[in-house]
């Protein structure tokens, strides 16, 4: 599956408005549109309408979220490295439309991914398209940035270990395999810009009982110059999700 040269259209606007933000900005939304590029893990019931039930590889989506730029909105740091920012109630939130369904919801976050370091995976089927884009699949131990922007349902939770437990989540990353987006875990001023950054994809993702359920996304750029393999000497397993798939403390 060649993933670059599929292109989803983003809609500059509102990302070139959201990158002039300052960091105590009222919150601000931003739109995409664009298609499903991938039908992952498909195993469970469709509880949000959303699901592979009415969904198809090139359909195209609509999704909106609403954040905040502002740092007081901090939330949660897993390990110092990761901070979340969560936004409750309106106007906060997003909805996603695909084939005419809708979904809505009035929860939000930002996280923020400052040197990451990638461990063997959890769930590396979920980043399995970056690996088709190019991505060396042995990566444990490099440093990465990563900027996560979603929305969840109302009825999300997590379990005792931090894991997602119950629930769907929308998200926009974007990744940065040289690790020098971001210097510290504060909200930046400005969204990553999609011409610099490796990787920006959406993806939808659900959880019933703990179970990852289903799984689907498109990419918004891929930028990455692939290196040689040789190069890569970080151990074994397939690239992490720190920062993709969040956990809480």
């Keep these: ?15 070139l408005h959201a990158m002039t933000l300052p960091i105590n900005a009222a919150p601000f939304t931003t739109n995409i549109t664009g298609t499903i590029d991938w039908i992952l893990i498909n195993n469970g019931p469709d509880a949000y309408g959303i699901g592979a039930s009415i969904m198809s590889l090139g359909d195209t989506y609509d999704f909106s979220m609403t954040h905040d730029s502002d740092s007081a909105m901090f939330y949660t740091g897993s390990d110092g490295t990761g901070v979340d920012y969560d936004f409750s109630g309106s106007p906060y939130g997003g909805s996603l439309s ?24 959890p769930d590396f ?32 939770s997590w379990d005792s270990n931090g894991n997602e437990f119950q629930g769907l989540e929308l998200s926009v990353v974007f990744l ?19 011409d610099t950054i490796d990787f920006a994809f959406f993806q939808i993702e659900q959880w019933e009982n703990g179970d990852f359920v289903f799984q689907a996304g498109g990419m918004l750029a891929n930028n990455y110059v ?4 040789a190069i890569w000497l970080f151990g074994s397993g397939l690239i992490g999700l720190i920062g993709l798939a969040r956990r809480k403390a």
């Design 226 to 229: 692939p290196i040689p393999a």
């Design 98 to 121: 695909i084939n005419g369904n809708n979904f809505s919801s009035l929860t939000s976050a930002l996280n923020v991914g400052n040197d990451v370091v990638l461990p063997p995976p």
């Design 1 to 15: 599956m060649n993933i670059k040269s599929k292109s989803n259209i983003f809609y500059i606007c509102m990302l």
């Design 125 to 156: 089927a979920v980043i399995q398209p970056l690996v088709d884009a190019g991505v060396p699949s042995d990566l444990s131990g490099l440093v990465i940035d990563t900027y996560w922007m979603g929305v969840t349902s109302d009825d999300f």
């Design 176 to 194: 940065d395999l040289s690790g020098t987006i971001f210097n510290n875990t504060l909200i930046p001023g400005s969204v990553p810009s999609l």
